[in-house]
């Protein structure tokens, strides 16, 4: 197994995950992406376990990204805006998949507890109703705010990690 990627900005990546990316069951390149948009990796029961509402995953190939990378790389200010960066810590947080396409609802691997065994977050988005109009003409429009990162798993050795499905 390519050990390029073991580690990411000075944090180790968890067995577990460097065990799936070997076995080829996580996505490791560049093709993977078009194969997850027509096959989940994840079953949609899975996914709902730790994202209710949610029925796709899209699995980062490596290598990953720390969080503070994203943020210095991030021309469209994506991160700084949206990010609730004030709820973590960018250089102890490694970007490793998100909710699939246009949710931008990132998974991570969180490291603030220790450099071993990191939590696995997402980030969160709660949809708001705006309301325009007259009294006589209302048009109501749902948008969606960031309402911070939410932990999806607590420690890698956890037996409710979403398994890849073949």
């Not at 969180?110 to 048009?139: C, H, N």
Request: glycine share 10%; net charge neutral; aromatic share 8%.
């Amino acid at each position: 197994m390519d050990t390029n990627f073991a580690g990411v900005g000075g944090l180790t990546l968890p067995k577990r995950l460097l065990a799936l990316i070997g076995s080829g069951l996580w996505p490791c390149t560049g093709d993977n992406p078009r194969q997850q948009s027509l096959k989940s990796v994840v079953a949609k029961e899975r996914i709902q376990l730790f994202a209710p509402g949610e029925d796709e995953v899209y699995l980062y190939s490596p290598p990953f990204s720390t969080i503070a990378g994203r943020v210095a790389a991030d021309k469209a200010d994506f991160w700084s805006r949206f990010g609730a960066l004030e709820q973590i810590t960018p250089e102890l947080c490694v970007d490793i998949g998100d909710l699939g396409a246009g949710s931008d609802s990132a998974i991570v691997l969180d490291y603030s507890e220790g450099p071993f065994d990191p939590s696995v977050i997402r980030l969160q988005w709660r949809k708001t109703l705006r309301m325009f109009g007259s009294a006589a003409q209302i048009a109501s429009i749902h948008s969606q705010t960031c309402s911070g990162w939410t932990i999806m798993r607590h420690h890698s050795h956890n037996r409710s990690v979403p398994k890849p499905s073949r």
